[in-house]
């Protein structure tokens, strides 16, 4: 049975835009694989984290707060790759 699975135009005041996740499910696919696929998707997408973060009301000094420690963890990542690469370089 053919058919097709998708999340689209979710609550305009959950996201700042809209998701569109599809899966195809095949003739003669399990149910079990279409929903692992869709799962999939879904966290590629980047819905669920979106959705917890979203899940309660954010002050601009929050949304500061948590811009700053995303950099910074970024940076942190950087710098560990360069050191592993610098590392693996000799």
Known sequence: ?????????????????????EV????NEPSESAIRRFRRSVMQAGIIPEVRRRRYFETPQDIKKRKEAD?????RREKA?????RDAGF
């Open 1 to 21: 049975m053919a058919g097709i699975v998708s999340i689209a135009n979710l609550s305009a005041a959950l996201f700042k835009g809209t998701y569109n996740t």
């Open 24 to 27: 195809v499910v095949g003739e």
């Open 71 to 75: 950099g910074h963890a970024r940076k």
């Open 81 to 85: 790759q360069n050191r592993k690469a």
